[in-house]
């Protein structure tokens, strides 16, 4: 829970009372390497916050995996799109290794919304950080080059999202073929 402590601290001032109280709310969890935790089509229930562990989220095109999100310890992740509204998912959530998480319910998160003020600027941060994500992320898929995107990511995730996923998703999530990332990645290390 330190690293949850630490986390929020970064967004929020939450007294010890405070915290404890949300600590009282969050459900642990533990997943085995590639389990699904959120899957496409069914309405999600929960934010989850990392405590160990690296995460991703994809959908399904044409049978092929394409990845849009990755999030390893310390981070929050949910397939945000059916979080806030309610809807079935598009997307799946999967622990690409050995995870530990922490959870709260859709419910629980109104209701602490209600509860303190606090909780509600918690909530309004999370969703404008990922709502600049998604920008971000959009405005680079478009205007950088293939080689431009790989420097990028290595230079803007957490080192275990760099050195934790495989290649393949990277590429995916790169918008761009996995014999692209390879050579992208053989000219970087030959320059």
């Known amino acids: 829970m330190k690293q949850l402590k630490t986390s929020l601290s970064h967004l929020i001032q939450l007294s010890d009372s405070e ?23 069914k309405i999600v229930d929960s934010i989850f916050f990392i405590d160990k562990g690296l995460l991703r989220t994809y959908y399904l095109q044409d049978s092929k995996e394409i990845n849009t999100y990755f999030a390893c310890e310390g981070q929050f992740i949910t397939v945000y799109s059916s979080f806030i509204t309610q809807t079935p998912s598009i997307e799946f959530l999967e622990a690409i290794n050995d995870c530990v998480l922490y959870s709260i319910s859709f419910d629980t998160m109104k209701a602490l919304y209600a509860y303190d003020s606090k909780f509600e600027k918690l909530g309004r941060i999370i969703a404008e950080k990922n709502y600049l994500c998604i920008i971000d992320r959009t405005r680079k898929m ?29 590429a995916t999530y790169l918008g761009i073929a996995p014999e692209s990332l390879s050579r992208v990645r053989k000219q970087i290390a030959t320059s």
Do not use: C, M, W
């Open 19 to 41: 915290f404890e109280f949300l600590e009282s709310k969050l459900v642990r969890h533990e997943y085995k390497a590639k389990s699904i935790i959120v899957n496409q089509e």
């Open 142 to 170: 478009q205007s950088l080059t293939a080689k431009e995107k790989y420097l990028d990511f290595i230079d803007s995730h957490d080192k275990k999202i760099v050195t934790g996923v495989p290649q393949h998703q990277i």
